[in-house]
Every structure is written in C-alpha cells, then in structure tokens.
C-alpha cells in the first residue's frame, strides 16, 4: 500500500479560480491516464499520456505541472525508500496500427523540477510485446506489496500481464516470465489488502468523448500471478470483473484507476473521466472515495452539497443545536393509539419559526439527540468558492437549514455554532468518506493545530473536536439526505 | 488508452484492406497451421465442450468487409440490419463445409477449425490469413449433437463487438452495442436442444478492436451442459 501523507495544507489555496458547479477537481485536471498521484516535497503530482502532468498543493486544485522524459503512454510511480520509480510505454497502443511496446522505468530522487534531487535515471526496459503475440506492451502499472515489487501491463490486445521486478532496482528479476492474469481490460490498476490481491483494469472503450463506454472493474486473487477471479468468481481470463465506477454526475468514461490511500481507514482513488460535461467534454483527472464491501473495493461518494441529518455512528444521536425542545401540537381527541376522529390529515412538519423562537441569538453550542426531523437537527452542506479543497471536494459550509447559523469550530476543541457564516477557516469543513461509507468530519486544518482533529462523539450525547481514531465509531458520521422530508 | 485507436483502426482497415490481392496464404500450405497454436483443423469425428460446456468447434468464414469507425455505432437495429443483410447465397440455412467458398462481393472461404482456447479468436483467425481484421462481420457455424432432447436450456454468448446467434433456425440472442467479450453475458430465453443435430448459427461485427466470442449452452440450473458433441456435419 502507498499512503500519502495527510499533510498537505492549503495555506495557498486562496488563489483559487473558481470551478465547475459539479464538484469536480478545480483548476485545469485535463489529463488522459493519470499516474498514481504521488507526494512529493509537498506536492501531488500525476502524469498522464504524453510528457506532461498535473500538480497539486492540496489534491483538490490541480494545474499543469511535472516533467517526465520519455514521452510515451500511461505511466505509473511509486516511492521505494528514496527513488520515485517510473513506469512507462513507448510505442504499441496501436499506435500506426502496431501492438510493438515496450515498458520503460527511470528514476528520481524528487517529482520537483525546482529539486537539487530531480534528475532522471534510466533502468531500462522491463517487459515488451512484439506486436504480434496476443499482448501489447502498455499502461504499465506498480505494486510493492510483502517485499515484492509487481508490474502489471497490457491493454485491449490480448492479455494483461504481469511481471517482477527488483524493488532494489526498479529492474526485471532475472528469469521472470510474463504471467497472463486477464483479458479485454486496460489501465489495469492493483491493490493488495487482508491478503488479497486486486486486479483493477478499464473495461469498455475509451477516447470518444461522452460516447466513451470505459468504466473500471476489479477481481481478486491470493496470489499476485493470479488466478483472479470476481465476485461471481468468473475469472478474468474470461473476461469477469466487478464493477468499481461508472459514469456518475457530469462524468462519463471513467478509467485508469490510481490508489490515493491517506491512511486512518481513509482511501481514495484517482481516475480520469473521457469526458467532464461541465468542462466542454475534455479528459480530467478526477477523485473519489473508495470504499470497501465485503472484501470488494468500490467507489463511494464525495458529499454532496444538500440538507442533512448527520447522525453518529457512536450513538446514533443526531448533531443538533443544543437548545430547548419544542413540542408539535396535535389534535391528541380520540388518543394517539386508535383511528382519527375526524378525516385523515398530513401534519407539517414543525416549522423553522417555531422551532428558532426560542434559540439564543448568539453562540449556540452543539450535542446529539434522539433524531425527531426537527429543523435544529437539519444541516445544509454547501461547499465554498474559492476557499480551496482537499482530495475530492472542496471545503464546505456546515449551516442550519433555513439560516445563516454555521457549525464552528473553536481554539479549545469544541465545536458551536455562531449566528452568521462569515468565510473564515474555522467555518470551513472537510467531510471525507472513509472506506466503510461513513464520513469523517473535520474542521479546515489551521496553522496553530499540532495535529487534525476531527469532530468526535466523546460521549453519547457530546461532541467534540479531538484527534481522530480510526478504530473507533466515535469520529464516524452518517448524512442522511433530507430534502425529501422538508 | 489513448486516442490514437481509432485512427489506428482505420489505418488497419485500409492496410488490411490492401491484402485482398494476396492470392493464397499459408493455412493452404499442407502440413502448414498459421492458425496455431489458437487454432488447430479439425482432425477428430466429434468434439465434446471443455470443462466449462464452451463449444470449441466452429466453420468460421472468412471476414466480410463492413467498415465501421467506432463499435459505439452499433446499436440493435444497427446490428439487426447489418447482420440479417444477405451476403451469400444460403446465409442462414446452410451449413457449409470445410474449404468451400461462397460467393459474397468476393469469395471466401469457410474453415473447420477447433479453438485451443474456451474463446474464438477472430481478430487472430483474419490475422492470420491476412484478411481484414477490423470493421468486419464474421460468420461462425457448428452443430451441437445432444443424446436426448433438452428441454429449458439456453445459450450463454460473449463477444466482441455486436453479434445475434440462431438456435435450428430461429433467433435466441443478440449483443448489441460495444461489447466486449465476458462468458455468460448474454443468456437466451430457454429453448429446446433436439434429440441428434442441432444447428448453432452465429454472426460477430466489429470495428475498430479485437474481435472473439466464446458460447456454452447451461441448464435451467445454470450449469453448463456438457454431455454434447460437436461435429460440423
């Protein structure tokens, strides 16, 4: 596994530009096969087809940026001790009608052009296809996992095939032979968890804008050289393969699956979308959770702005504001248990009015409560222009539905809320998917924190920001959508 | 992978397009297999399903040219028109020998040939015979003997791209759109196997890409059939 350091401030993130209303990457992610995105001197970098790349200073704004050498198609990285290894195809891709490719590897001790460390070394070449065997020499694809260093490659020609390579070197072990471990896939992907190994590739058809099919399947095998088979244990010698993404939102095409794992049960992945609708249909890098079920990887869902219930996962109370109860009337004639005396009625729902009559107009402080649809139980989420990101999202406003009170976060660790949202960084929120589905909530890292603090349940009915534990459902929050009940 | 296929593709096209002239190839060589080692003639009387019930034994027909730019094209009445067109005399009604010719806008001919694998490669049957390879249709023929008569079955089909099958004459499945070959993918509604000879007729377009498909009939359990045979008479 690659974890990338959750470390990346945005102290820079204010310039941003504004972006698409989609929630997408902001900044311009147009690329085609991004490389597994890599920190490095606190930076995020991924490469793509062609020379070029993108760069990040916080992984949700992503400007042109990086330098490879060797042109060429698809590469991948990986950080082995002090070297980023990097993986790439020259020729093949039916480029001129050929299948001929070879996989190159280089080196560097830095991503950083600006770096004294930066400079490419070359390894060599460490698989090949000869254009008319039933493979073609692409999208080349790394995997460190129990001291092994694997490289999967191949695309729609043929098979997918996997080698090893000396993580010492970045070279072909000696003797290796190519392994078929796939058929009709591409930008194959792997994973290695609770001893599985994950087979990730793109099936479908790519480079036709919005009528590109791709979209990213996945099987497993307990060993690295296969056989992998999916969840309907179809091997994907015979084409199997479980879906992980489609298209979704303004996004159709996805492919080139790439592990963002940022540690803490906190997984992400990148991709590209063939085409972003919101971005005259171009190829853009994009980010989304991954979450994991029953021993599958599968993409979950960066939060979307709407009204919310958001629900403990350690109590099941309810965030709410911390004031006095107010009851709804009802005609109560007859007794609650038996039919209506008079005609069937809707009630309404206890309105906003009714509810803040009572609320102080200063700070409010927040706790959880048994959830009764009250409007000081609802949240809307709506993320912030130009307040920068994280992998994913952008930062977000936490707000009672219906007003300007925001949920902030103060210098001794709690969490209140204060009458108006007034932009600054304690009122600005990440909300992460963690793998399980749940969210992690956290306030926007400021320069004073020693370290993240999440929003947690220290107790039943209190909340609290404190460091987050993954191994705990305090810190685990549910959205549940609320639109339909207003 | 990169946008450059389809550009590629065409290019292949108009290469492949261009061996039309070559007057012979190697498979007419005797004692020669430039199918293999995908591909191996028909030696045996019958041939039974692999492990798995795939029908390895196919008469495949040399590709017909059916220029296509993109597989995104091929939607169901696309593909119905394509592959219901008469190319040759007796197209859904023969079933054709070894090394016979038929008289499409250019001869081609048919070839028994059993696949190695679970699949039929088409991509590498072309290939190898210097035919077209991409923006074609293949035509694909066999005969299924079942000991008995078999009642609530179906026929499992993968391909890529497009393709429609007939069961004894009478249509069961169709893939349509860009597919790409996934065993079981489509599965027909159920359908009878006769007792003796039953004719499995099937028809693959593609455009840009590889091209195979692989077929097994399974039971109304969704086990694969097996006690068949397979013959080309």
Redesign the interface.
């Known amino acids: 596994m690659r974890h990338l350091a959750f470390a990346a401030t945005c102290a820079s993130c204010l310039f941003l530009a504004s972006q698409p209303a989609s929630a997408q990457l902001a900044g311009e992610p147009y690329i085609?096969?991004p490389s597994t995105v890599t920190l490095s001197d606190g930076k995020y970098y991924t490469f793509g087809?062609g020379r070029g790349g993108l760069v990040s200073e916080d992984g949700w704004t992503w400007h042109a940026g990086g330098e490879r050498p060797g042109g060429g198609?698809?590469p991948d990285v990986i950080k082995i001790g002090d070297r980023y290894y990097v993986a790439y195809a020259v020729g093949g891709?039916?480029?001129?009608?050929?299948h001929a490719s070879q996989v190159k590897v280089m080196w560097t001790r830095s991503l950083n052009p600006k770096s004294p460390e930066f400079g490419y070394h070359d390894v060599g070449v460490v698989a090949s296809s000869d254009g008319v065997e039933?493979c073609d020499a692409?999208?080349p694809a790394f995997l460190l996992a129990d001291g092994h260093l694997w490289l999967s490659y191949g695309?729609?020609?043929?098979y997918i095939r996997m080698v090893e390579l000396d993580p010492k070197t970045g070279e072909r072990l000696p003797g290796n032979k190519p392994v078929d471990v796939a058929?009709?896939m591409?930008?194959t992907a792997l994973l290695y968890r609770d001893g599985y190994y994950y087979l990730l590739g793109t099936?479908?058809?790519?480079?036709?804008g919005p009528?590109s099919?791709y979209n990213i399947r996945v099987g497993r095998s307990r060993n690295a050289t296969g056989p992998y088979v999916d969840n309907m244990g179809?091997p994907l010698l015979?084409?199997?393969?479980k879906l992980v993404v489609a298209a979704r939102d303004r996004g159709i095409g996805p492919g080139?699956f790439g592990l963002i794992d940022l540690g803490d049960g906190m997984q992400k992945f990148s991709m590209h979308y063939e085409a972003d609708l919101d971005r005259s249909a171009r190829s853009v890098l994009a980010i989304q959770p991954l979450l994991w079920k029953d021993g599958w990887p599968i993409a979950g869902d960066n939060i979307k702005p709407g009204t919310y219930e958001i629900q403990s996962e350690r109590s099941g109370g309810a965030l709410e504001l911390a004031v006095d109860f107010v009851r709804m009337d009802v005609d109560r004639r007859g007794g609650f248990f038996g039919p209506p005396t008079g005609p069937v009625a809707p009630v309404a729902m206890q309105s906003l009015d009714k509810d803040s009559a009572v609320w102080p107009k200063d700070r409010i402080d927040v706790d959880l409560a048994d959830y009764m649809i009250r409007p000081h139980q609802q949240w809307t989420v709506t993320s912030v222009p130009d307040a920068g990101g994280y992998f994913g999202s952008p930062y977000f406003k936490i707000l009672i539905a219906g007003t300007e009170r925001a949920l902030a976060a103060t210098a001794d660790g709690r969490v209140v809320t204060v009458p108006a949202f007034n932009g600054a960084d304690d009122q600005l929120w990440r909300i992460d998917q963690l793998i399980d589905g749940t969210y992690r909530i956290t306030p926007k890292p400021s320069p004073k924190q020693a370290e993240p603090l999440a929003l947690v349940a220290i107790g039943a009915s209190t909340p609290a920001l404190v460091k987050f534990d993954p191994a705990s459902d305090a810190g685990r929050w549910t959205f549940r959508a609320l639109n339909s009940e207003r | 992978?990169?946008?450059?296929?389809?550009a590629?593709?065409m290019?292949?096209i108009a290469?492949s397009a261009s061996c039309l002239a070559v007057p012979a190839f190697a498979a007419d060589v005797p004692g020669s297999n430039a199918l293999g080692p995908l591909f191996e003639p028909v030696t045996s009387p019958t041939k039974a399903p692999d492990a798995d019930g795939f029908l390895q034994r196919w008469l495949l027909l040399e590709p017909i040219v059916k220029p296509n730019r993109?597989?995104?094209g091929f939607t169901p009445s696309y593909v119905r028109q394509a592959l219901t067109t008469q190319y040759f005399p007796g197209q859904l009604t023969i079933v054709p020998r070894d090394g016979k010719t038929v008289a499409a806008a250019q001869p081609l001919r048919w070839h028994a040939l059993d696949s190695s694998l679970?699949?039929v490669?088409l991509f590498?049957f072309a290939q190898a015979l210097q035919k077209p390879t991409y923006g074609v249709i293949f035509w694909a023929v066999t005969v299924v003997n079942s000991p008995r008569e078999m009642n609530g079955v179906r026929l499992a089909v993968?391909s890529?791209s497009a393709s429609m099958w007939w069961v004894n004459g009478k249509e069961a499945a169709g893939l349509f759109?860009?597919r790409?070959?996934?065993?079981?993918?489509v599965v027909s509604q159920p359908l009878t196997l006769h007792k003796g000879k039953n004719i499995i007729r099937g028809a693959v377009i593609n455009g840009?890409?590889?091209s195979d498909f692989?077929v097994r009939f399974v039971g109304p359990d969704g086990q694969p059939v097996r006690d068949l045979s397979i013959d080309l008479r």
């Open positions: 085609h096969d087809t198609v698809a891709g039916g480029m001129n009608g050929g039933d692409i999208d695309t729609y020609f043929g058929i009709d591409e930008a099936h479908g058809t790519c480079c036709d009528n099919s179809i015979k084409g199997g393969g080139h | 992978m990169i946008d450059v296929r389809r590629a593709s290019f292949s290469i993109s597989n995104a679970f699949d490669k590498n993968g890529n759109g860009d790409r070959m996934v065993m079981d993918d840009p890409g590889l692989c």
